[in-house]
């Protein structure tokens, strides 16, 4: 394999709080680890780490080790469930939820040590549109919104797109669909934020999928496991399955943006060939 090959950069988001983002974040990364790919999961919620909890794994270092310069980034990758690795975030750290500029800079950059090693990065970021939130989408690939039906939802995933596009320029938005109540309104809930972004916004938005409401995701958050490992069967396990097919045929990044972003190193090796 070509060892300066593009790393896909997904960011989990969507604004507002509760609407399932990790429970995405962790069954995706499971589910394209199921197709070969090498995969680590960063909890980006930097000071209100749950990812490790959410799984039951427990870590001898974190990212506040790694900024205070007590070990390496490799240092702090965990071996998560179905051979994924996951970097694990600080608990309850208030310095992490205000990081300036040149440390989420650092943060970014720092990932360029393990490139060698990995096929896919997906990052799960925190609520709302502070700047943690905003330093690592912007820095991402791929940008994938995950909605629910409540009001809320929509209006926050509508909030933070506007931000994104207003004030950055970025225009192109993956959407998914979580704790679908019925086989119809994942695609109805896309069209009605699509019919906010035609309206207000020049954006593109793509539907990705919808995750079925199932009583097992609730059952493996009280197990502390995955539900995509824990009920490999269930209906949202094998909604995973779907888009994790979806996601792999995305296109490779081929050349820098000309801002900060993870792997840069490799997007300029490649775009000068």
């Given at each position: 394999m070509d060892s300066a090959r593009s790393v896909q950069v997904i960011a989990v988001t969507g604004g507002k709080g509760g609407v399932g983002k990790t429970t995405v974040a962790v069954n995706l990364s499971l589910a394209l680890a199921k197709l070969g790919r090498r995969v680590v999961l960063l909890d980006g919620d930097l000071g209100l780490a749950n990812i490790d909890v959410l799984l039951g794994l427990s870590q001898q270092y974190t990212l506040v080790d790694l900024f205070e310069g007590r070990c390496e980034l490799s240092d702090v990758l965990l071996r998560g469930p179905g051979g994924i690795r996951i970097v694990p975030a600080a608990s309850g750290i208030q310095s992490m939820m205000h990081l300036s500029p040149a440390q989420h800079a650092g943060l970014i950059h720092a990932f360029s040590e393990i490139g060698d090693s990995l096929d896919v990065l997906v990052i799960d970021t925190a609520a709302g549109i502070g700047s943690s939130v905003i330093s690592l989408v912007r820095a991402a690939h791929e940008v994938l919104l995950v909605v629910c039906d409540e009001p809320t939802s929509i209006t926050d995933a509508y909030a933070l797109i506007k931000l994104l596009n207003r004030d950055y320029g970025m225009d192109r938005f993956r959407?998914?669909?979580?704790?679908?109540?019925?086989?119809?309104?994942?695609?109805?809930?896309?069209?009605?934020l699509g019919k906010i972004t035609d309206r207000f916004l020049s954006v593109k938005l793509q539907y990705v999928g919808a995750v079925p409401y199932d009583e097992c995701a609730r059952r493996a958050v009280q197990k502390q496991r995955a539900i995509y490992e824990h009920f490999p069967r269930s209906k949202c396990a094998l909604a995973f399955q779907e888009i994790a097919l979806k996601v792999d045929a995305w296109p490779l990044p081929a050349s820098p943006r000309g801002h900060i972003e993870f792997f840069v190193d490799r997007l300029v090796h490649n775009s000068r060939r």
């Open positions: 959407v998914l669909v979580n704790m679908e109540q019925s086989p119809k309104e994942g695609r109805a809930l896309f069209a009605k």
